[in-house]
């Protein structure tokens, strides 16, 4: 005895939840992706038409708008910073110092950090700029 049911197999497939999951994960790449924080200490930079990439280092010093100097993101004072500079020289091995100093700070306390460095041993330096727009 053979008997009939209501229930038929489909002969074609429905794409409507592909397509759903599909723009969802779209939405949620395209938001999270604008969340991308850059770390560090806020500084102005100062602009430059003619800047060029910085290799990446482990080494940088920013000086922000109230002279405060920073290793990374851990705060420092200029006396201490030779010595904490070389506790990261001897763990790194990098010889390349990045300076992120703030647009409005003088001269003298960008000075004031590369004597630091230069009286550790470290021979190169990098100021870093902001691509100056036309």
């Known amino acids: 005895m053979k008997f009939e049911t209501t229930n038929k197999p489909q002969s074609?497939?429905?794409f409507s939840s592909l397509t759903d999951i599909v723009m969802l994960?779209?939405?949620?790449?395209?938001?999270?992706?604008?969340?991308?924080?850059?770390?560090?200490?806020?500084?102005?930079?100062?602009?430059?038409?003619?800047?060029?990439?910085?290799?990446?280092?482990?080494?940088?010093?920013?000086?922000?708008?109230?002279?405060?100097?920073?290793?990374?993101?851990d705060e420092t004072s200029i006396d201490l910073l030779a010595m904490r500079l070389s506790e990261k020289v001897a763990d790194s091995k990098e010889q390349n110092l990045i300076i992120r100093a703030d647009k409005s700070v003088e001269v003298d306390m960008v000075i004031k950090v590369i004597d630091a460095a230069k009286g550790i041993g470290i021979t190169?330096?990098?100021?870093?700029?902001?691509?100056?727009?036309?």
């Open 12 to 14: 074609m497939f429905s």
């Open 124 to 134: 190169k330096f990098t100021i870093e700029t902001e691509k100056e727009l036309y």
């Open 25 to 73: 994960l779209l939405i949620f790449f395209l938001l999270s992706s604008q969340f991308v924080i850059q770390t560090g200490v806020k500084v102005k930079l100062p602009g430059a038409r003619n800047n060029e990439q910085s290799t990446p280092s482990k080494l940088i010093v920013s000086i922000n708008e109230d002279k405060r100097v920073f290793i990374g993101n």
